[in-house]
Nanobody, 120 residues
Framework: QVQLVESGGGLVQPGGSLRLSCAVS????????IGWFRQAPGKEREAVSC???????WYEDPVKGRFTVSRDNVKNTAYLQMNNLNPEDTAVYYC??????????????WGQGTQVTVSS
């Protein structure tokens, strides 16, 4: 059974940082891409970042230069380091796994999400 579990969310002040983790079980992470997505209240889910199986990375424009995606295949865990957070980053963040960095609708496996709230 494939399972993705996000952690690391919380409440942070503007300008602060958080590191999200996506712990993966039931599949060999080194063979998969991990996509990060977020959904703010009243808004559609949007892509944030992705790291491919070959460690290629991709970022959506609003987070470029602030977020860094990485992976540890030994720990079967992916990470999203988020710096210089602003209130517009407030959302539930999800990780997803598939063979490549695809559109959200194409991912086979999803985590349950972790809440990130940026507020003073």
């Amino acid at each position: 059974q494939v399972q993705l579990v996000e952690s690391g969310g919380g409440l942070v002040q503007p300008g602060g940082s958080l590191r999200l983790s996506c712990a993966v079980s039931g599949l060999q992470l080194e063979l998969y891409a991990i996509g990060w997505f977020r959904q703010a209240p009243g808004k559609e889910r949007e892509a944030v970042s992705c790291i491919s199986a070959s460690d290629g990375t991709w970022y959506e424009d609003p987070v470029k230069g602030r977020f860094t995606v990485s992976r540890d295949n030994v720990k079967n865990t992916a990470y999203l380091q988020m710096n210089n957070l602003n209130p517009e980053d407030t959302a539930v963040y999800y990780c997803a796994a598939d063979w490549g960095c695809f559109d959200a609708d194409e991912y086979d496996y999803w985590g349950q999400g972790t809440q990130v709230t940026v507020s003073s």
